[in-house]
């Protein structure tokens, strides 16, 4: 399932890939046709109160931090990051590695709302992405929307970025695919702002 618009739909794409941490599950990678509803599908503004989002997060903490041990993560699922002066124009294209502990996400998701975020988690994360998304959806406005797939289907939000339609960013220790360019690039592990671009 993937999340546009506030609703949880059904993708349009036909690939399958294995999520790790459930053994015998997979998830339909998102593709083209999803892609682009999740990008008419987000209602950019100011309407998410970020005190909403972190209060919603935080009564699922413990539950989160079940699912990142079976995703084979020692995640403490801490308290929200803070970002500031992260990219302005367009929509974000927020792609994350399977190890981004839930506490950076969270505030890159924050930070990020007021101009709407599409996510697309790495299949390792698949789980907590989707539990983190069912919380916090009712509390977004729209402004959210989380897409599941493989690298593949971070190239679509890439390509997309490349031809104006938002900002990318990147939080993962991988280095960005060839002829990829991020608008800003967050470790999975260092410090949360170590390798920001503006």
């Not at 990142?68 to 294209?93: I, K, Y």
């Amino acid at each position: 399932m993937q999340c546009l618009a506030g609703r949880w739909t059904a993708p349009l794409g036909q690939r399958m890939v294995p999520v790790p941490a459930v053994p015998g599950a997979g998830l339909v990678c998102a593709g083209a046709g999803d892609m682009a509803r999740a990008l008419t599908g987000l209602s950019a503004g100011d309407s998410t109160d970020p005190a909403l989002l972190g209060q919603a997060y935080a009564a699922e903490a413990p539950l989160l931090r079940q699912i990142r041990a079976r995703e084979g993560m020692d995640d403490p699922c801490g308290a929200p990051e803070a970002f500031h002066d992260l990219p302005s124009h367009g929509p974000a294209m927020l792609l994350s590695a399977a190890s981004v502990p839930l506490s950076r996400i969270m505030g890159l998701l924050i930070a990020l709302a007021p101009r709407g975020v599409v996510w697309k988690p790495a299949p390792g994360a698949a789980a907590s992405a989707h539990l983190l998304m069912r919380v916090l959806v009712p509390q977004a406005g729209g402004q959210l929307a989380l897409l599941q797939g493989d690298h593949a289907t971070g190239a679509l939000l890439a390509r997309a970025t490349a031809a104006g339609q938002g900002a990318l960013i990147w939080a993962s220790d991988a280095p960005l695919p060839d002829g990829v360019a991020a608008s800003a690039l967050f470790s999975a592990r260092g410090p949360a702002t170590d390798q920001h671009r503006r």
